[in-house]
DNA sequence: ATATCAAATAGATGAATTTCAATGTGAGGT
DNA sequence: ACCTCACATTGAAATTCATCTATTTGATAT
């Protein structure tokens, strides 16, 4: 894991919106229609912030038909938390 | 701790160089002009990358005489951890 | 096949960010 | 007082990013 993959990690926290997203998803997997009608933003802003949500790897993607049902990914959080706590031994 | 608060802690990781520094001062306090010899930036350019960090909380700078000298905040350090803590609880 | 709905993509625009060269500031040292 | 060193600030250029409108894709339903 190097300094730019860290930062794609991280990309998924440092901007406002992504992190209402974060908080949104936090009562489990939403598609991105449920999304947007909660946030204040166009369609294609929130497509945008969600790919890079999915680029992180904070955030999954499941197709369903039409549908893309988004949830929050265990293993992606676990990777920022392990870099985080990598941090703090000292 | 509003969106915007979280996402100005997160801005100092996504950032290449940003995380370049923090692993630099895995070893502990260092001045600026320290690390600035381990990086391929310019001097000005580094100011404002320690402000960024600095301004997130996950960096402090202790000043001494003409010399800055940076280490990783623990408080801040946690304050991270604590948010990505959260989104695990589900 | 056509219509409709969910989401992605393209293209444009403005704002924010990264970067540098030049200059300013402030603390020691001579 | 002057010089030097460490760092900050300014201002400008280049790049990246967030956002929008318009359009396309892809899936389902009629």
Redesign the pocket.
């Known amino acids: 894991m190097n300094e730019k993959e860290i930062a794609t990690i991280f990309?998924a926290f440092?901007?406002?919106?992504?992190i209402r997203i974060l908080l949104l998803l936090l009562d489990g997997e939403k598609?991105?229609?449920?999304?947007?009608e909660e946030m204040?933003?166009?369609?294609?802003?929130?497509?945008?912030?969600?790919?890079?949500l999915?680029d992180s790897g904070i955030v999954v993607?499941r197709?369903?038909?039409?549908?893309?049902?988004?949830s929050l990914s265990d293993e992606g959080i676990e990777k920022a938390q392990k870099f985080i706590e990598f941090l703090r031994r000292k």
């Open positions: 990309k440092c901007d406002e919106n992504r598609c991105a229609c449920r999304l947007l204040n933003i166009t369609q294609p802003t929130l497509s945008h912030h969600m790919k890079i999915c993607g197709k369903d038909g039409k549908w893309i049902h988004y």
